[in-house]
């Protein structure tokens, strides 16, 4: 049951590294502020890493000057993101479909979307829009090639992303991403979108 904190809580159990965990922000977080930055995203503007795990993005962007909340439904995740990294983050463990700590300038997503069960992909998409200010923008990095294996994490081809997007907001960016550890070199995309 993905759609449960207990099922991600157990990955983290005894101070685990999960398979997913790169022990640094993701290489696309610097490709996708250059792009937010085009669009008027700046350091002091209030960005939400939603699935922050250890909290690498959320951390990454606070030390950039952001005003970060990392969010994230699973305790261990939470606790160890705080561990590592303290409180230059607001760490907030909240479910992202119901939390009521928003609205946000912008939301850095790194394998969040990915993780949910497809089926929940239109809620997911509406509740982005929800924790956001209108204008706010939608960051998102996501895979279109899993290897063949069983998800999560669940590939999302980008012409789904898109037409998942487009009723909430205005696609900017969309395109394979140019900077990616070399684990997921070639199977990852990103996407800025601005709600409407
Ligand atoms: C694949 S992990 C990615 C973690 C982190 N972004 C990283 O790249 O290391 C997905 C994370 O999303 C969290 N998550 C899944 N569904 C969630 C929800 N509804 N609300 C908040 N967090 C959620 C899980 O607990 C897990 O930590």
Redesign the pocket.
């Known amino acids: 049951m993905?759609?449960h904190?207990d099922h991600?809580?157990r990955?983290?159990e005894a101070g685990a590294r999960?398979e997913?965990?790169?022990a640094k922000a993701?290489p696309v977080l610097a490709e996708a502020l250059a792009l937010a930055a085009a669009s008027g995203l700046a350091p002091g503007a209030s960005v939400v890493?939603?699935?922050?795990?250890?909290g690498?993005?959320a951390a990454a962007l606070a030390a950039l000057g952001f005003e970060v909340t990392g969010?994230?439904?699973?305790p261990l995740?939470v606790q160890g993101a705080r561990a590592r990294y303290g409180d230059a983050v607001r760490w907030a463990q909240?479910?992202?479909?119901t939390?009521a700590l928003g609205p946000w300038d912008a939301i850095f997503d790194?394998?969040?979307l990915?993780?949910?069960d497809p089926d929940r992909r239109p809620a997911y998409a509406e509740a982005c829009a929800g924790h956001l200010r209108p204008g706010g923008l939608w960051l998102a990095v996501a895979f279109h090639d899993v290897q063949g294996r069983p998800g999560?994490?669940h590939a999302i081809p980008r012409d789904d992303l898109r037409r998942l997007a487009e009723p909430r907001f205005e696609v900017l960016h969309l395109a394979e991403a140019t900077r990616s550890h070399p684990r997921r070199a070639g199977r990852e995309y990103l996407l800025v979108a601005r709600r409407r």
């Open positions: 993905t759609s904190p991600w809580n990955h983290y999960p997913w965990d790169m993701t890493v939603p699935g922050c795990g250890y690498h993005d969010l994230d439904f699973a995740a909240e479910d992202w479909f939390t790194h394998t969040c990915v993780a949910m999560p994490p």
